[in-house]
């Protein structure tokens, strides 16, 4: 049987607390059956700035955290060079569950489809009207087409802010493409630069 969406699972007028409770039971979609565990949000409700990212990966899958692998240290270190403090934020994926193909004993990353993100946009939704933040900060593609529609391209915009009814929106690359690009060095650099445009907005 086909799940069809998270909607079902969120609870009306929840905390995070009691959203990242109700998320550990959710089969909206397939996604469930495969992974360790539903990776929820994390960070304060009172948070002016929320980072999301496209999906947990291998790591947060295993821990239950959101960006505690490779990407996320690099995402730490272009926050704290740009004085930002971890703490500070609320950080969340756009899809709660790990989606990979198995090779062997390793566990690859596969792209949640349109599906898959749909079914999942009820809890960031729900995230969103906890928090109340002043700006969403989209790290990639699928996070950016979340938020702003498919026909949005990350690579001709990066860096630019959209104002939103309820709050602004900076996009930019995922820390993982930084880490995967031939030339890492200016890859970051032009990383921290997208993410020094936060003080535009928030300051």
Request: with cysteine.
């Amino acid at each position: 049987m086909t799940a069809t969406g998270a909607a079902a699972y969120v609870p009306p007028d929840a905390d995070l607390t009691q959203l990242e409770a109700a998320s550990k039971r959710c089969h909206g979609c397939d996604l469930y059956r495969h992974a360790t565990q539903t990776v929820f949000g994390e960070g304060p409700a009172s948070a002016e700035i929320v980072l999301v990212g496209e999906q947990p990966g291998d790591r947060e899958d295993l821990q239950g955290h959101p960006f505690v692998g490779p990407a996320g240290r690099l995402l730490d270190r272009a926050l704290d060079q740009i004085g930002i403090d971890r703490d500070t934020v609320y950080l969340t994926n756009a899809v709660k569950h790990f989606k990979f193909a198995e090779r062997g004993k390793r566990r690859i990353h596969q792209p949640p489809g349109r599906t898959e993100i749909v079914a999942c946009a009820p809890w960031f939704d729900a995230e969103l009207a906890v928090v109340r933040p002043r700006l969403v900060v989209c790290l990639g593609s699928i996070a950016a087409k979340a938020l702003l529609g498919q026909s949005f391209r990350v690579t001709e915009h990066r860096g630019q802010l959209f104002t939103m009814p309820d709050y602004q929106v900076l996009t930019t690359v995922h820390p993982s493409s930084v880490l995967r690009s031939r030339d890492r060095g200016k890859a970051y650099a032009d990383f921290v630069a997208d993410l020094r445009r936060i003080a535009t907005a928030t300051g």
